[in-house]
Every structure is written in C-alpha cells, then in structure tokens.
C-alpha cells in the first residue's frame, strides 16, 4: 500500500457506507481511502489506486482554483514499489515514513507504535528537563504544584497516542 500526505487543502468529508459492523479492521481498513483533519490529508490506496486519487486531487484542486503545496508533500511505500507518483507533472519524494497528528505512520498505513512511544518519552524527558530549570525540584514548586505540572504537561505527552495502540510488553522498555 502506498500512502501520501498533502498539505494546505479545503476541507472534504469522509463518508462511510452502512456496512460497518463493528470490526474496525475488517471493516473499516479495506474502504478508507484517506484521513483528513484540518488542512492534512492522507491518501491510502495500493499503487493503482493511488494513481487514480492523485489525479482526482489534481483534478479537485484546479475545478475550485487551488494547489497542493507540493514541499509538504510525501509518500510512504514499501521499497519494493519503485513506482514513481506524480503531482502536477512533479515526481513526490518518498520516505519511509511520516507523521500525521503526531502519529508516526509507516508503509501499509501501520503506526510505527516504537517510534511513537520513543518520541513521547523524549518530548516529556525534554520538557521535564525544561521545567526543572523554572523550578521543578525538591527545592522548587511545592509538592502539589510539581504534580499538577507533571499531570497536566508531561503525563500528557507519554499519553498521547497510546489509546489507540495496543500495549504489549514488546513495546515497554
């Protein structure tokens, strides 16, 4: 499967059949072409596929008279596809991975939960480090103060992301 990000969009709507039963992965992983918040979008196809929806973005974007800025642009295939895309004429760089909302995203449009959880441990390790310096020590803040920091600044950042990611203990350290 082969993915592809694009930035700087009008805003589409995702609409799902009345098929769903309630199995996300069997259900919803085979119709979901794309995810979309705010101005980022995610194409998700196999390689025919995702020809196809380029040239309706290419299509969608010159009937209401706009571009896909091309420099937030990526796609995420396995390196066996050497298939190049095109948009606008213009080949997308590949990479072998990005991050949407935050979520590191992976070829087949897996979340690369490791590189998730690493990055969360380094953001709350850094803004602990941060907030020590302000006074986030035994001899700074009281108790009370230096637990709301924690629980409303760095607990937040080693929660993100995991309640959609199952927790094995593969993923703990």
């Not at 025919?48 to 091309?70: D, I, Q, V």
């Not at 909302?101 to 690369?112: A, Y």
Request: charged share 15%.
């Amino acid at each position: 499967m082969s993915h592809f990000r694009l930035k700087h969009c009008i805003k589409f709507f995702l609409l799902l059949d009345n098929s769903f039963s309630g199995d996300i992965v069997s259900d919803l992983t085979p119709s979901i072409n794309c995810l979309l918040y705010a101005d980022g979008v995610v194409l998700i196809a196999n390689p025919e596929n995702l020809t196809s929806l380029l040239r309706k973005c290419e299509a969608h974007s010159y009937s209401l008279g706009y571009r896909w800025n091309l420099l937030k642009c990526v796609l995420v295939a396995p390196t066996s596809d050497a298939k190049t895309y095109q948009l606008y004429g213009t080949t997308i760089p590949k990479e072998s991975s990005f991050s949407h909302l935050g979520i590191p995203i992976k070829p087949g449009g897996l979340i690369d939960y490791p590189a998730m959880i690493q990055h969360n441990m380094n953001k709350a390790s850094l803004t602990m480090n941060q907030l020590a310096a302000i006074g986030l020590n035994s001899k700074g803040f009281p108790p009370l103060l230096a637990c709301r920091f924690y629980s409303q600044m760095t607990r937040a950042q080693l929660d993100y992301g995991l309640a959609i990611s199952p927790l094995t203990t593969k993923f703990i350290h």
